[in-house]
């Protein structure tokens, strides 16, 4: 196993196997990777985002992964609007209905992701001019979607990124033509359409102090019109010696003082420079070589400090698992990840768990680490 991996972390890496395996004797031999979902089945809950050929099951890689280390798993893409919801009057729920098919299979929840967000919104709903004819394809798209998993998602993010930076509103589609009840609005209409799935509002900088105060007042608002909200998604899109941990402890508390449960959505942690913070899918930066520097693998320095991150994040997660019920990745291994392709298109980045050949990096050594010496 050992030549699997960039020379120079072979040590370390090798004292991290031994970790591992340890690990694992429970159920496994000795050659066989520990499972994350086993490993953490008394804390919460493991999950990872899947494309459509993961879903279809046409990536070997993922195939035998993903039911041996997830018990979660939210599509990627493939339940947003602009795919499940092409034109006004047609659905196409081919794909989801594969998830939901994947699921049963491997014994693997699904969370649906996502039903009202500003983003991947169908050409069509972007054009809709009149207030009624919006409020209508809410409606409809809600009860529609919502409606035919009933009983067969866990949960919904059922609003995802209603939030500025500083707290406010963010001016979407949906604010400027609903106003700003149009999130408890969302829930309301799910918890019709879809009684026994769970409910969230999900975001990213949303461990930041003034969005999560926002974030915090618009549950509030919620609650305090008698509509069910189970969670809150922190989606964990962080960046390389820079998670922010304290913070992130903060939101933890704060959000589960408010009654909810609390997750981490979509955590992936990039190595590559970049001069924002956060996920906006719409921003953009130029490409330039400096921007893309470890198309050759990544130096031993960068890798011990994403196992680093990533072990400093679980310990959190682990002191805190009273209140957090899921950890998801978003992806399974580091060839899938979202961040090769933006905010720049053509990178190689490195933000999971799993690398290119779906081998487990040090990170992922890690963080079983954290349970089996703790
Ligand atoms: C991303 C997907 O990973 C990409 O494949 C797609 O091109 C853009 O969206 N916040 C979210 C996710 O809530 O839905 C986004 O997913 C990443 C940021």
């Known amino acids: 196993m050992m030549k699997r991996i960039i020379p120079g972390a072979a040590m370390l890496y090798g004292s991290l196997l031994l970790a591992g395996c340890a690990a694992s004797q429970k159920n496994t031999g000795s050659e066989q990777l520990p499972s994350l979902k086993e490993v953490f089945s008394k804390d919460f809950a493991i999950g990872t985002a899947l494309n459509a050929a993961q879903i279809e099951e046409k990536d070997p890689g993922a195939a035998k992964l993903v039911p041996q280390q997830f018990n979660m798993a939210t599509p990627e893409n493939i339940m947003k609007a602009e795919v499940i919801h092409p034109r006004w009057n047609e659905y196409n729920f081919t794909l989801a209905d594969k998830l939901i098919e994947y699921g049963k299979k491997h014994d693997i929840k699904i969370n649906g992701h996502t039903l009202i967000w500003h983003s991947q919104l169908p050409a069509f709903a972007r054009q809709i001019q009149s207030v009624d004819s ?16 009933s009983g067969k998602v866990f949960s919904w993010d059922v609003v995802n990124e ?34 026994n799935t769970e409910l969230y509002y999900n975001d990213y900088n949303n461990e930041q102090p003034a969005k999560r105060a926002g974030c915090i007042a618009l549950i509030k608002k919620v609650q305090a019109a008698g509509v069910r909200i189970d969670g809150v998604g922190i989606q964990g899109h962080w960046h390389v010696g820079k998670v922010p941990l304290k913070d992130i402890e903060e939101s933890i508390l704060q959000y589960a003082a408010l009654g909810v449960k609390v997750m981490f959505t979509e955590l992936d942690i990039e190595v590559l420079p970049r001069n924002f ?26 890798q011990q400090q994403l196992a680093d991150d990533y072990e400093a994040l679980f310990k959190l997660f682990l002191k805190h698992k009273d209140k957090i019920t899921r950890v998801t990745f978003w992806g399974v291994d580091d060839g899938q990840s979202w961040l090769n392709g933006w905010p720049i298109r053509g ?18 050594f890690k963080v079983i680490g954290t349970k089996t010496k703790s």
């Open 162 to 195: 209603a939030l500025n930076e500083d707290g406010s509103m963010r001016k979407s589609i949906f604010l400027s033509k609903l106003g700003d009840g149009f999130v408890t609005e969302a829930f309301r209409l799910a918890q019709t359409a879809s009684p």
């Open 277 to 302: 913070q956060g996920a906006e899918v719409s921003q953009r930066m130029q490409n330039t070589p400096a921007m893309n520097p470890y198309t050759n693998g990544l130096p031993d320095s960068v």
């Open 347 to 364: 990178r190689t980045n490195y933000p999971l768990l799993f690398d290119r050949q779906f081998k487990p990096k040090p990170a992922f």
């Open 134 to 149: 919006f409020r209508l394809f809410f409606t409809n798209h809600i009860n529609t979607v919502a409606g035919r998993y």
